[in-house]
């Protein structure tokens, strides 16, 4: 069988994970790895022990003859990039933020379109089991109409890593709302469908040797266009353990992390029926351990591979990510204006 041969941009933190998922992965190969730094892609040669070809500018993996490229850069490339990689015909897997201004995001929906390459954003919590298992209950109706819904990314992420040497600076980074709960808002949509408005406040709290030029805390409230409401909270730096909460509201049922209430259940109108709740394995939930069940990098690799080999529908394409990125942005312009935002006024 021919193998999906996938090319690498960018072998710092994230792009090691996605090398090495490549390289296990039976039916892709790691064939070249571009970064400007030959050290990070030396580590992930050690790492897998794979047989791949190097190079150090991106150029060179546009004019290759890889079926399909992952850009694991820092975010303000990640728009450049996509551009090129469509219009030399590869497949893409972007790593989130699709791009940093909303210009840039339908620029890639654009080329991507009019290249008609495969897309796939980087959202790899949808792959996560809990979700998975959360929207099958969904789809089935067991839980029946959402009506709110709650996520929530807190993360506290030391002054003195060498990331912050990118990740606080607005030109590098974009909003860091956008780079951090883009997560949850992308979640959110995912079961509760698209966004209509957003009020959100934002600020910077937390001390750091290198402070964020945008915000490192947020809560934005949004409503659906289905009249469901729902509210994101962010925060990159509290002096607590890693969180990415999810809480879901149904006319028929909820989820709480990974514990899931139907109305279906014995006993349910009974005081204490909580005992009665599906309790799933606390391990599902998002922990931010490389490659962990709960941070399911690996599984949104198979899917970008049998995206490519086998056509399987696309999770999150190009449109869905520009619709993440647009509800983002709305979110930041609230917080600038101090007023609710349409979503559609900023298109
Ligand atoms: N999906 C997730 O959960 C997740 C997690 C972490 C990071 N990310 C995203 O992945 C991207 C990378 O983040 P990271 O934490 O791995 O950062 P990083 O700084 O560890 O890695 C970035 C890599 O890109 C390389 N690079 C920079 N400019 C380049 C260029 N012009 N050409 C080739 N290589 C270049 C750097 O040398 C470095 O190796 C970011 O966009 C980030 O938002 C996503």
Redesign the pocket.
């Known amino acids: 069988m021919k193998k999906i041969k996938i090319g690498l941009?960018?072998?710092?933190?994230?792009?090691r994970e996605h090398g090495r998922n490549i390289v296990r992965h039976p039916r892709a190969e790691l064939a070249l790895v571009?970064?400007?730094?030959a050290e990070?892609v030396a580590q992930l040669r050690q790492e897998t022990g794979a047989d791949f070809r190097e190079c150090q500018?991106?150029n060179e993996l546009w004019e290759s003859d890889v079926d399909a490229v992952v850009i694991?850069?820092?975010?303000a490339?990640?728009a450049e990039m996509c551009v090129a990689a469509a219009r030399a015909g590869k497949a893409i897997y972007c790593?989130?933020?699709m791009a940093i201004s909303l210009q840039d995001c339908r620029r890639v929906r654009e080329a991507v379109e009019r290249a008609r390459v495969p897309y796939l954003i980087?959202?790899?919590r949808r792959m996560n089991p809990l979700y998975q298992h959360a929207r099958g209950l969904l789809d089935q109706g067991a839980l029946g109409t959402p009506f709110m819904v709650e996520s929530d990314y807190l993360h506290h992420v030391p002054g003195g890593l060498?990331?912050w040497s990118?990740l606080g600076k607005e030109q590098i980074a974009g909003s860091l709302f956008h780079?951090g709960s883009g997560?949850n808002v992308d979640l959110i949509r995912y079961f509760c469908g698209e966004i209509k408005d957003v009020t959100c406040m934002k600020g910077i709290f937390m001390p750091r040797p290198q402070q964020v030029e945008t915000e490192d805390t947020a809560v934005a409230l949004f409503r659906f266009e289905s009249g469901a409401i729902g509210k994101v909270q962010f925060c990159i730096g509290p002096i607590a353990p890693f969180q990415f909460n999810f809480k879901l509201y149904g006319t028929h049922g909820t989820v709480l992390n990974n514990r899931i209430w139907l109305d279906t259940m014995p006993h349910f109108a009974e005081a204490g029926h909580e005992r009665d709740g599906i309790e799933l394995p606390a391990a599902w939930i998002p922990d931010n351990v490389q490659g962990g069940v709960g941070?399911p990098?690996d599984k949104l690799m198979d899917h970008f591979v049998a995206l490519l080999a086998d056509g399987v529908a696309c999770i999150n394409d190009v449109g869905s990510a520009y619709q993440t990125s647009l509800a983002c942005f709305a979110a930041v312009e609230s917080a600038r204006r101090g007023t609710t935002m349409a979503v559609r006024d900023l298109e």
């Open positions: 941009a960018g072998a710092g933190w994230i792009g571009c970064d400007s730094d990070h500018t991106v694991a850069t820092p975010n490339l990640h790593e989130k933020p980087g959202y790899h060498d990331i990118w780079a997560h941070e990098w």
